[in-house]
């Protein structure tokens, strides 16, 4: 299956790309792609280097000709997003992904793709391996934990660079050069509740909310697709009013994921059956009509199932569905200064009510500190209202954008020149590490781009290969045009 990935052009970026598939990944769990990428470095003979945080340096000397050009720093992150769907069978800890060709699309079967950030580590692993290609001296920096707090880039050695520019191949469309973006900080609300065995003549059901999209709570929040938890909390808000309880939910997942599916164990008196049933087949309808463009394949479940030995009182549900349906989910604000931009969002990533605890995640960006606060202390003040105990946690900056960046002029000039057209030189919603980094080393130059995925943070994870061969062109003909020193 990934020999056909490997007969792709560019095929020094493809192979590479299907060798770090082949190493499990996941976010806090980069020991073996730490391993890999330190081997792969040692193997070429290169200066390699693992910093305490657990980053990787690997420095190769400019080629004849451009040894009076800057510094170049090609910075790609190690770890990716692990999302799969319900009914694929894989173990991200144990098994490489599975890839396969669609047209102009390379896939994954069923999972995430990895080519957030997978593409940019495999062009700078093929740039480091090759003998041919032209370029000044080169700072390899592989960065970990991106996806899940940037611990990588937020606690990376100060002195361990040179680099007087910095290209993050990060950016997910290639006609994009991105000058800046978010930044974000979790938070976590949790409360205990009283439980109670379940009335006497009454019926379990699961509910499922399963079928949507998903997708990068930042590229894709601007879309308004569904978010599984907010619409499970509307089915169980409406099925409450038949005197319904509910048992169990677990929605979600990454909070850097739109969550595409949640479930839930409810129990209902048989006297209310009729009305319960009737108050979720009419929210169903009026979602799924909301929802008719941009969730097509949206469904709402109901199914008999196991009667639970509790369920949640009375008090406590009332008082966590209402929290959750005034917890804000999606665009807050957009951006005044920069047209179609989202300043601030929130993605309610997942909730966990079982055994007495229950437990929300979220993840809030804004490109504006104030307005990530702003939002935060609003979300915050939201659920304390609840009952709930908030931590916020894993607080990182954003990118401010620099328009008269001496490496933008470059890169833009350049753009035009290969595809006779300008680029589009922005901002985006996302978490690049560029900012973190930028405060280690605030002189560094940066711009960021990459090449076209879609998709990413959900199985739907897809990247273009056209669009792959594009990126490899421009970023070989980017190392050559380097400024002076």
């Not at 993050?168 to 439980?195: Q, R, W």
């Not at 907010?230 to 309880?245: C, Y």
């Not at 309808?285 to 949640?312: G, Q, R, W």
């Not at 922005?426 to 130059?445: F, K, N, T, W």
């Amino acid at each position: 299956m990934n020999s056909e990935i490997r007969n792709l052009e560019p095929k020094a970026v493809w192979n590479k790309f299907a060798d770090l598939n082949a190493v499990p990944r996941p976010s806090k769990k980069e020991e073996r792609v730490i391993a890999f990428m330190k081997e792969f470095g040692e193997s070429l003979g290169l200066e390699t280097l693992e910093d305490k945080a657990g980053n990787v340096i690997i420095k190769k000397p400019a080629t004849k000709g451009l040894e009076d050009r800057k510094t170049v720093v090609l910075q790609s992150h190690l770890d990716m997003v692990h999302q799969k769907n319900n009914d694929t069978d894989f173990d991200f800890d144990t098994q490489g992904i599975e890839m396969y060709v669609d047209g102009d699309w390379v896939r994954a079967k069923g999972t995430t793709l990895g080519a957030d950030n997978g593409l940019g580590v495999a062009t700078i692993m093929a740039i480091l391996e090759s003998k041919e290609i032209e370029h000044p001296s080169l700072e390899a920096l592989f960065t970990i934990d991106e996806e899940t707090g940037m611990t990588g880039a937020k606690n990376l050695d100060n002195s361990i660079l040179d680099g007087e520019i910095l290209l993050n191949l990060d950016t997910e469309e290639d006609d994009e050069i991105g000058i800046g973006c978010a930044g974000g900080i979790d938070l976590t609300a949790k409360k205990t509740y009283k439980t109670q065995a379940p009335a006497a003549n009454s019926k379990a059901f699961k509910v499922t909310v399963k079928g949507l999209n998903g997708g990068h709570s930042g590229m894709d929040i601007i879309k308004g697709l569904g978010n599984a938890n907010k619409i499970m909390n509307r089915v169980l808000f409406e099925g409450a009013k038949a005197e319904m309880q509910v048992a169990k939910i677990n929605g979600g997942g990454l909070r850097n994921a739109i969550p595409r599916e949640s479930n839930a164990v409810v129990v209902v008196t048989e006297k209310d059956l009729k009305e319960f049933k009737s108050a979720v087949e009419s929210i169903t309808k009026a979602i799924k009509e909301e929802y008719v463009t941009l969730e097509p394949n949206l469904e709402v479940e109901v199914k008999d199932t196991e009667m639970p030995a509790e369920v949640m009182s009375v008090k406590d549900q009332s008082l966590l569905l209402k929290t959750i349906t005034a917890a804000h989910n999606g665009v807050f604000r957009m951006s005044p200064a920069i047209e179609g931009l989202v300043e601030t969002s929130n993605n309610v990533a997942k909730v966990s009510v079982e055994n007495g605890k229950m437990e929300v995640m979220c993840l809030t960006r804004s490109s504006v500190e104030s307005g990530k606060w702003n939002l935060a202390n609003t979300l915050e003040s939201t659920f304390e209202l609840g009952g709930f105990e908030v931590d916020l946690s894993g607080d990182y900056p954003g990118w401010s954008p620099n328009p008269n960046s001496s490496i933008l002029k470059v890169v833009e000039k350049l753009y035009v020149k290969q595809n006779g057209e300008e680029a589009d030189v922005a901002a985006c919603h996302a978490g690049l590490e560029c900012g973190i980094l930028g405060s280690h080393y605030p002189e560094m130059d940066m711009v960021s781009f990459g090449p076209t995925i879609r998709g990413a943070h959900s199985p739907d994870e897809r990247a273009s290969i056209s669009s792959t061969q594009k990126f490899w062109k421009f970023t070989l003909a980017a190392l050559k045009e380097i400024p002076k020193k």
